[in-house]
T-cell receptor, first 113, second 116 residues
Framework: NAGVTQTPKFRILKIGQSMTLQCTQD?????MYWYRQDPGMGLKLIYY???????DKGEVPNGYNVSRSTTEDFPLRLELAAPSQTSVYFC????????????FGSGTRLTVV | AQSVTQLDSHVSVSEGTPVLLRCNYS??????LFWYVQHPNKGLQLLLK??????LVKGINGFEAEFKKSETSFHLTKPSAHMSDAAEYFC??????????????FGKGTHLIIQP
């Protein structure tokens, strides 16, 4: 099993550019999440989805959009990149709430210059 | 609401000596607690999880953690450190509110340094 796959692994964007971070999972998990990790910090939730067609904001959603057209895919869209969005982005999936742990992707390191 | 406090930003131990990484939590619900490890430039790997069963939880690579409700703590320990244990460790709480927003709340991390 591939688990959670994120692409690209690295990207440099100029201010104002747009891009989509891809995330796909092959475990048939209903729950998917996007987190960002800033230096010296834990992860903060950007958006999450409890199933295809359903998305909701997390703690730090401003500047991002998501969609969930299939169970497998949960792309994260940056419309107008800003230096404050320089971070490492992690996608994760889970079978359910509460007692279940997450499976994380390997991350996308994004730099906005 | 829930929160996690990792009491040490850096811990340095000698190879072969015990490891203690401290974590306190607060949660409005009966929490699920996790420890994740992140090696440099890698993703996060689950070490262990507490889900209201046994209070002493054993994980991978010789790590274990004890859930103490009275102290609201979930400290991570290992009897003998190995050089490969050098990494960033995150204590994480997940609420059991039953809603879709049961996202993870991360501590800020503890950087574990292993001295040869």
């Amino acid at each position: 099993n591939a688990g959670v796959t994120q692409t690209p692994k690295f990207r440099i964007l100029k201010i104002g550019q747009s891009m989509t971070l891809q995330c796909t999972q092959d475990m048939n998990h209903n729950y998917m999440y996007w987190y960002r990790q800033d230096p010296g910090m834990g992860l903060k939730l950007i958006y999450y989805s409890v199933g295809a067609g359903i998305t909701d904001k997390g703690e730090v959603p401003n500047g991002y959009n998501v969609s969930r057209s299939t169970t497998e895919d949960f792309p994260l869209r940056l419309e107008l990149a800003a230096p404050s969005q320089t971070s490492v982005y992690f996608c994760a999936s889970s079978t359910g709430t509460g007692v279940y742990g997450y499976t994380f992707g390997s991350g996308t390191r994004l730099t906005v210059v | 609401a829930q929160s996690v406090t990792q009491l040490d930003s850096h811990v340095s131990v000698s190879e072969g000596t015990p490891v203690l990484l401290r974590c306190n939590y607060s949660s409005s619900y009966s929490p699920s607690l996790f420890w994740y490890v992140q090696h440099p430039n890698k993703g996060l790997q689950l070490l262990l999880k507490y889900t209201s069963a046994a209070t002493l939880v054993k994980g991978i690579n010789g790590f274990e953690a004890e859930f103490k409700k009275s102290e609201t703590s979930f400290h991570l320990t290992k009897p003998s450190a190995h050089m490969s244990d050098a990494a960033e460790y995150f204590c994480v709480v997940r609420g059991n509110s039953g809603g879709g927003a049961d996202g993870l709340t991360f501590g800020k991390g503890t950087h574990l340094i292993i001295q040869p």
